[in-house]
């Protein structure tokens, strides 16, 4: 039976096919997804099926910045980059990395994660922001104040040690920020609710309006994802993650880097983050640069 193109919208069915219902099932159901079991997933096509989506992409509704491909879908197709004749379109190239590397469990052998080659593949899923794409995330892992909530108060010092504040992860961030040349602005310039520290620095305190800051300053978010959260989705990506929750009683979220495994902080103290998330937004950050 010829297969007929959905429509934008639409979900993808192909009959008599297994592994291309499965495939589009599952990039239905991206947020339950890693990056690499995604792109597995389409190697396992055959190469007529294969051949669809390459050919067809922009039709359907299986790329990234989509509707109902799980990403924000105010963020531009980054599917199908610019190419010179000869290069192989994105989602190809990202397969081949990870036939490759030969990644058990998503996890990259270290030997391979120097050739640029999986920053690539992460482009794909999560474009970063350009205006952070000039960092590393170990720069701002390094800048990232560890310790409990009166030792990161203790070390920023100012006003920023004082005794009604009780959640710091705001502040963390914009440690983070402050440090590697991205100035949190005074109170008259953005709307922020702001403190000063010993350094004479604008520290944030506010998750909500520090995250609606980051919309601002950085551009839409890599990803935005919607109740149910899952973690995998996130495996091996680095960058800034927020989240939306409202069971709380004296906050409305959580901010905070993310290593591609954890928080920064103590990792999801009062309880499982991606479980009570109505939604989160993560903005990621290289963890590598070609020369």
């Known amino acids: ?22 495939w589009a099932e599952a990039y239905r159901d991206f947020n339950f997804m890693s990056m690499y079991e995604m792109l597995r997933a389409y190697r396992d096509l055959d190469a007529s099926t294969r051949k669809l989506f390459t050919d067809q992409r922009d039709q359907t509704t299986l790329v990234p910045g989509q509707s109902g491909a799980g990403c924000n879908p105010s963020t531009p197709d980054r599917s199908v980059p610019n190419t ?80 009604w504040i009780k959640n710091t992860c705001a502040i963390r961030v914009s440690r983070v920020l402050n440090q590697n040349g991205i100035s949190i602005p005074s109170p008259a310039a953005h709307n922020l609710d702001v403190v000063s520290g ?31 959260v899952n973690k995998r989705t996130l495996l091996n990506l680095q960058g800034f993650l927020a989240f939306d929750i409202t069971s709380w009683a004296d906050a409305t979220g ?38």
Do not use: C
């Not at 905070?256 to 990621?284: C, L, P, S, V």
């Open 84 to 163: 010179t004749p000869g290069e192989r379109p994105r989602m190809q190239y990202a397969v081949d990395v990870v036939d490759a590397q030969q990644m058990p469990d998503g996890n990259p052998p270290g030997d391979l994660r120097d050739t640029g080659q999986e920053e690539d593949a992460r482009e794909f899923l999560a474009p970063v922001p350009e205006k952070l794409a000039r960092f590393l995330f170990d720069q701002l892992n390094r800048a990232y104040p560890r310790g409990s909530v009166s030792q990161v108060k203790q070390t920023i010092g100012g006003k920023v040690n004082a005794d």
């Open 254 to 291: 959580h901010i905070d880097i993310w290593d591609g495994q954890k928080f920064g902080t103590q990792d999801e103290a009062h309880g499982d983050y991606f479980a009570m998330a109505n939604g989160i937004k993560f903005w990621r950050v290289p963890s590598w640069k070609k020369p």
């Open 198 to 228: 010993a350094d004479n620095r604008w520290y944030s305190y506010r998750q909500k309006q520090l995250q609606g800051w980051f919309e601002d300053q950085f551009g839409p978010p890599s990803l935005s994802l919607t109740k149910p």
């Open 1 to 22: 039976m010829a297969q007929e193109l959905p429509k934008s919208g639409t979900r993808v069915s192909f009959e008599n096919n297994v592994r291309g219902r499965k």
